[in-house]
């Protein structure tokens, strides 16, 4: 299935979904503003759940699964990454301190984006078979 | 004694009434000179005869008077002053801003001619289209979580309508989180300098978006594609630029926990360049690479362009509108330390040309031919790399920092290729995100402590001086910002094109792959006219042809 009249319909309700859930936020504080938002929100679902039933019509991609696990997980050392930065600063006063902390840090980040992530990415890789 | 206190008392009261008189007489004075300059301004008649020479055109007659009966005043002079400083930098801000908008060409071409030509329409209307998405985005939320909070510029008129940022306590300390007023623009924020300062703010963000176009190029299904560069439009570019741009904890790390002064992004190689290259990535991870870009024991086959003429007509559009981007991050021409934006053109230029140089001399020493693509990349990877640095560093800085950059992209490129096994069309993760990186970094150590914006950046006083020139703080400030680049804008880009591959799929299917997307996404071709090489032969001219 490539680009069809269903797509564009359901990105219209996302967009009019996307604009009038803003608009709530905007004005929250009047009854319009609350009614808005919820508007938003249910076009927003109802789009997600159109995009979600008309995805399988697609047909086979090149592109077999990615493991969820290993890439939560290089998800979850990235972000240690950043957090012994940001420690590091507090930690100490030092300039060098901190600049060990920040290249640790950054290092272990570094790690997950450029080994772990792409190895979760590529385990079942098409072009592997 | 009592006589000479008289003597001194009264001496005192003469001295105090005629200053008195003197400083009641001066403004008399003035304002009686400006009424006689105006009587010999050019009368009307005179005007009338024409001026070739300029020289009756714009004099004290078109100072506009406040009261008509009290005549012009110093007031009415100084009023005009303000507004001509106000009205230069408005003026130099926005045409700035629309140099940076024209780079939408640069990138369409360069990514198209990057492309095959049976995705030509489809990667030329990703990025036609993204312009609006990311507009749409950005008019409605993005640019309230990024410059919400940020009032206080002088230069485009305080901005006293954006003052309200989402701020967090956290060890004692307050950090600025997002911007909370400007959506759609409405309310107070509808004003002549948020309107400047929107639309200068918006066209880079589109910079970011346009990016991802490029690494995602011939397979991403245009409809993921619009959803997608909505949701960075509207959150994911502002978050990071709030919190280096528009007041929020990054820029705030010299005020609170003494790092130089903050980090220092000067036009944007960490907010734009580095957060749409690590996106990029994050996207190209999620849809993986196109079919026949790797074979079964892990080598990739080069994908040659079909344009290479178009390639580098985008690269200078590119260069040219760079004279926006980073210039143009002054926010102004008339006000403390804005008559650098010489010296900032100046080292954008430089950056571009040693950029291209690296990566040209690179590709022809080591692999035996000029490779024009490279060229033209390390003329973007000199100019992304020095935009972040541009208004801090000397013409030597800024030619180093280009010349690394232009190195780094080959270096990069193959990286990212044979080892991370990650395919990117057009080079854009190493183009933007390892130089964007690389700029952020550079701003650290080559920032050499003459730059004077008002006496202070980031609310420290002070010049921005790098870890050569002295201040090792401030490489630990730009070193928290590039973790804070890789792990949080590409944590949040992934998640969400994680989320929209399991609701929407990221993906066209292999037939549409392998037919081309102009005609299944698009419904029709970007050269309706070329007569098509079968692609096993193509494959086979890149193999033997290919130098990188």
Not at chain 2, 263 to 284: E, I, M, R
Not at chain 2, 508 to 525: F, R
Request: proline share 3%; hydrophobic share 50%.
């Amino acid at each position: 299935m490539a680009a069809n009249k269903t797509q564009g319909q359901q990105l219209t309700i996302f967009m009019a979904g996307i604009t009038s859930a803003c608009a709530g936020i905007a004005y929250l504080s009047n009854g319009t503003g609350k009614v808005a938002l919820v508007v938003g929100i249910v076009l927003l679902a109802l789009a997600f759940w159109k995009f979600y039933s008309i995805k399988s019509l697609e047909g086979k991609i090149a592109l077999e699964s990615q493991p969820p696990l290993q890439k939560l997980m290089g998800l979850v050392v990235n972000i240690v990454g950043w957090l012994v930065v940001l420690l590091g600063i507090h930690l100490t006063p030092s300039v060098g301190g901190r600049m060990v902390a920040a290249i640790l840090g950054l290092t272990i980040s570094l790690f997950s984006i450029v080994i772990m992530l792409p190895t979760a990415c590529n385990k079942n890789a098409i072009w592997k078979a | 004694m009592k006589l000479s206190r008289l003597i001194v008392c009264m001496c005192a009261l003469c001295m105090s009434l005629s200053l008195g008189a003197v400083a009641y007489a001066a403004p008399s004075a003035a304002t009686a000179e400006l009424q006689q300059g105006a009587a010999k301004a050019p009368a009307v008649a005179d005007l009338q005869k024409g001026d070739p020479g300029g020289s009756l055109t714009g004099t004290i007659n078109d100072v506009p008077v406040g009261d008509s009966k009290a005549g012009l005043t110093l007031v009415d002079v100084a009023n005009q002053v303000g507004q001509n400083k106000i009205g230069i930098n408005f003026t130099w801000t926005l045409i700035t801003g629309f140099l940076v908008m024209f780079m939408q060409a640069g990138f369409a071409m360069v990514e198209s001619g990057l492309c095959r030509v049976k995705n030509a329409n489809h990667t030329y209307m990703m990025n036609f289209m993204v312009y609006a998405c990311g507009l749409f985005a950005y008019w409605i939320l993005g640019f309230t979580i990024q410059m919400g909070g940020a009032a206080g510029n002088g230069n485009l008129g305080g901005l006293q309508p954006l003052m309200s940022e989402h701020t967090l306590s956290l060890f004692g300390r307050t950090w600025g989180l997002f911007g909370q007023n400007g959506m759609f623009l409405a309310g107070h924020t509808y004003d002549v300098g948020v309107m400047v300062i929107f639309l200068f703010q918006m066209v880079f963000m589109d910079t970011a978006l346009t990016i991802v176009t490029g690494a995602c190029a011939e397979r991403w299904k245009f409809l993921t594609f619009s959803i997608s560069s909505v949701i960075m439009g509207a959150i994911t570019y502002p978050l990071f630029a709030n919190w280096a741009w528009g007041g929020g904890w990054l820029s705030q790390l010299g005020t609170n926990v003494g790092l130089g002064k903050g980090y220092c992004d000067f036009a944007g190689s960490g907010v734009v360049h580095a957060v749409g290259g690590l996106s990029a990535l994050a996207c190209a991870l999620i849809i993986g690479p196109r079919i026949g870009k790797f074979n079964r024991d892990g080598s990739s086959n080069a994908i040659i362009g079909h344009d290479i003429s178009a390639v580098l007509i985008g690269c200078f559009i590119l260069a040219f509108g760079w004279f926006g981007f980073n210039p143009g991050s002054t926010l102004g021409a008339s006000a403390a330390g804005c008559l650098r934006i010489g010296s900032v053109a100046v080292n954008t230029m430089l950056a571009g040309c040693t950029g291209t140089f690296g990566a040209f001399l690179y590709m022809w020493a080591l692999k035996g031919k000029p490779d024009a693509s490279m060229s033209g990349n390390g003329l973007l990877a000199g100019l992304v790399a020095i935009t972040a640095p541009s208004g801090f560093v000397s013409t030597t800085g800024s030619a180093i920092i280009g010349l690394v950059a232009g190195v780094l992209v080959c270096l990069s490129v193959t990286f990212v290729e044979n080892y991370m096994k990650v395919d990117d069309p057009v080079g854009a993760i190493s183009v933007h995100g390892t130089c964007g990186l690389w700029g952020v970094l550079s701003v650290g150590l080559f920032a050499d402590g003459t730059s004077n914006y008002g006496g202070s950046w980031n609310g420290v006083t002070g010049s921005v001086t790098g870890l050569f020139y002295g201040d090792a703080s401030q490489l630990v400030a730009q070193l928290v910002g590039i973790t804070t680049l890789v792990a949080i804008v590409f944590s949040i880009t992934f998640v969400i094109n994680w989320i929209l591959d399991i609701l929407v799929g990221q993906r066209v299917s292999i037939a549409t792959e392998v037919a081309g997307l102009d005609i299944p996404e698009m419904g029709q071709l970007g050269y309706p006219e070329f007569v098509f090489k079968p692609e096993p032969e193509v494959l086979l001219a890149a193999n033997q042809m290919a130098v990188a």
